[in-house]
């Protein structure tokens, strides 16, 4: 079954009357059941933007995307049912401690009290947030910890589809290699991933597909060792990075490929 199938999605946004951005702009690609399927792109190339379409928080001016096989504006209900979105702006409730904010959420989840204890010990654990802060407000905690508050919360369930909108930036590289084995862990279980981020070396490893994405628009799609093997044609010692440079337009002339690949 497919996870996702986006067909002719448009998003524009009014600037003022006659200047639109076209966000994301006549995409359309499928993600398929169990897969960890990435997307990069530089800033402002719309990937937020997709990530909030599929999650049901903004609404396509144009063509359609389903979940599951669920319309994401005409069934947003069941839609929202298979989903967990983590983003960088982490959404918790700054005057409450992470546990409070934890137990929280593990109560709309409808885990009892004890289930939800044991799982946010464990997976607290799991990427080194100290248990003997989780009883701080998240106003005291750095933004980092906070990150990592939201991300275990995503983990708490075992959603469907989740939806990770650069979930590592920012964190520590001992931390990120935690999150990796997390992502890998909720694959392994059932849950596919959408992914965005800027760290090509996490593409790299962890994803199974990445759709590089320009100016609101897909420029390529597929197996990333396959795109960079495909890119050594032309650059001998390219890396994900110099697909991603190639493919959103970078002038390689000007520079040594050496520094950049
Ligand atoms: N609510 C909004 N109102 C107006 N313009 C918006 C809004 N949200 C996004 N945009 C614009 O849409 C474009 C895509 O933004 P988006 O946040 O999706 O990019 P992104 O690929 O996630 O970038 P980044 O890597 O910096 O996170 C940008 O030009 C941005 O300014
Ligand atoms: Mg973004």
Redesign the pocket.
Known sequence: MLAIKALNVT?V???EKNDL?Y??NNVSFEVEEGEIFGIL????????????LISTLLIPDSGTIEVFGKDVVKEAHEVRKYIHRVS?EAGLFKKLSAYENLLFSAGIYGLSKKEAYEKINEIASLIGLDKKRLNDPIEQFSRGMQQKVSIARAFLTQPKLLLL??PTTGLDPRAKLEVHALIRKANKQGSTILL?T?DMNEAYELCDRVMI?FN?RIVVIGDPKELVRNMREKYQDATLETVFLEYTGYDFSEVDVEEVG
């Open positions: 998003k946004f009014r600037r951005i966000a994301v792109g530089p800033n402002g190339s719309g990937k937020s933007t997709l990530i909030r960088a909108d650069e965005s800027h994405i609101g």
